[in-house]
């Protein structure tokens, strides 16, 4: 639970309010439960999320290797 105390204008409260909810991540909780996801679901998501983890890696380590080959193409000359 968390407990503000209005000093100032409501403005300033509620901004204060909603900067404690991101800390404490409270506002990324409620979207997590905002509705009921199947198993299923939750596993194409999850597997979804693996793989373009997965993608961007292959993706960084292609553009090192590319970086590499450009570097010894300039060191030659």
Do not use: T
Not at 5 to 13: C, F, I, N, T
Not at 19 to 35: I, Y
Not at 40 to 59: A, G, T, V
């Amino acid at each position: 639970m968390i407990e503000i105390k209005v000093d100032g204008s409501l403005h300033q409260a509620l901004k204060y309010f909603k900067s404690l909810c991101e800390e404490s991540g409270l506002s990324k909780d409620m979207r997590r439960h905002r509705e009921r996801i199947s198993p299923s679901k939750e596993r194409r998501i999850r597997k979804k999320k693996s793989l373009r983890r997965w993608q961007r890696r292959e993706r960084k380590i292609k553009q090192n290797l590319e970086r590499k080959e450009e570097g010894k193409k300039w060191k030659m000359r």
